[in-house]
């Protein structure tokens, strides 16, 4: 049974099967794609949702790893379009983990009966514009098709989990994963010896997490990242009330920041004050949870320059002073990159693991790894015994999980080529050539649902106005995305983002061309873009 308003069909294909057609094809059920599917489906359209998974979440399904949860405060995560929803939901802590994120969208999923327009455990393999009927062809890898008018990816911008190329990973004769794919089951890891690939957001969480338990670990660390403590707490009732009253000031709040978080910038300059109330301002955002120390402080700190440096050397100076032994407190001690340039990864004791008598950390700049052995790992300086392996290596972003489907726009012309260098976009959500294909994954960054919602509702609304106006299909023209190409260039050359070698732009898939994956706009400044766009008769959209 469909919902109500919906009316689903089926055709022939050349093989005499028949496949159903739906007004809009999503892949995904992340935070993203349901929300999507859930918008499409109120304004009365058929849509049907492919999803990889074995279940709802996304992000939230796939890292199980222990120590995963969120870096925004809950209560800013959840989603704002059923006041019903809000009131009835209650995030425990401050910074909810996975298995309670995963249970929120399940939640989500089932309250308004989503469900029944997923297809799990369905990965999507191609997908084929039909340039006589208008309408996209989508293989799945199982032989399922669907064709559908619309094609929606909201696939994840972190979700094509990225393990290095080492030589010898087959022959590794214990138990290894990456973090993005962490078994529902579980790792068993305790008293073992683990080694952990990798210090980003994932490492810094769940190094600390499993060295409660591992009998060793070896964390082979090649960039140091500053860290900051998260200071998560259990959400208690008065503080629950208070937010449940609060909800449309809070979200009113995030709508106004440049990444959506609720944490303004302080509009003093660093350098405008004395080094006291400096450092006394410094103090107490260190002292607060979350992103404050980042996203509250001196707005110039979050530029390059001496305000950058200054903040830079106070938390280097912190990490200093948590670690015991001085020549592992350097190691840990990032030199390499602007503080702020990569997205903060947010910690509950991480340093103090490097107290541990049984945990060592390993420079794998200054010693790279060779290769994977059956025993263990092998640097250029030595091998490392190991039981379990883990990959927190990261994501090829946003294009990585857009080129595992083969594409197929007008001409033949694949997505996968065309990005070849980047993304070529109008707003990071249409590229000339694709018609009726919104690229939702590459299009929104910071704190994900609230940068989400607006998006949906701007493509499902773009997406109404074409059939509303008798048209069939929607593309952007050829000038609006060389134009945004060299917006993205040009303004993303100048924000931190850019600065460091991150997924942001690329830079930790060798051989992936160097390009703002992003916008380079703050989410207000896209979203009052996106309207002029819409008040305009979709300005730089061809309507035909
Ligand atoms: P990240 O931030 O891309 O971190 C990946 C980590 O893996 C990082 O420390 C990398 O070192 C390391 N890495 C990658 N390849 C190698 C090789 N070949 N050898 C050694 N080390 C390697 O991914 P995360 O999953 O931690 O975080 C992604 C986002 O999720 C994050 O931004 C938050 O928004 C949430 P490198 O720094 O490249 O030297």
Redesign the pocket.
Known sequence: MGHPLQQTTTAGNNRGEEIEQFDVIIIGAGVTGLYSLYRLRELGLSVQTFEGGGGVGGTWYWNRYPGARF?SESYTYGYSFSKELLQEWDWKELYSGQPENERYLNYVADKFDLRQHIRFNSRVVSAVFDEDEHVWQIHLQDGHQAQAQFFITAVGS?SAY?V?D?EGIDSFQGAWCH?GRWPAEGMDLAGKRVGV???????VQLITEIAKEVGHLTV????A?YCAPLRNRLIDDNMQRQIKASYPEIFKRCNETAGSFMHQFDTRSAMSVSPEERLEQYERLWSEPGFKKWLSNFYDVMMPGEANEDYAEFVRNKIRERVKDPVVAEKLVPKDHLFGS??LPCESGYYEVFNQANVLLVD?RESP?ERITPKGVQTTAAEYDLDVLIF????DAVTGSLNRIDIQGEGGQTLRDKFANGPRTYMGISSPGFPNLFTINAASVGNFVRACEPLVDWVSEAICYVREHGFTRISATPEAEVAWTQHVSEAGAKILRTQA???FVGA?IPGKARFLLTSPDTAPVMRAKRAEVAAKGYEGFELS
């Open positions: 870096d972190l990225y290095p080492f973090t690939i990798g210090t980003g957001a994932t490492g082979f660390q090649r960039t990242n990569k997205r794998v790894i927190a290596t990261g994501y070698n991150s997924w930790n």
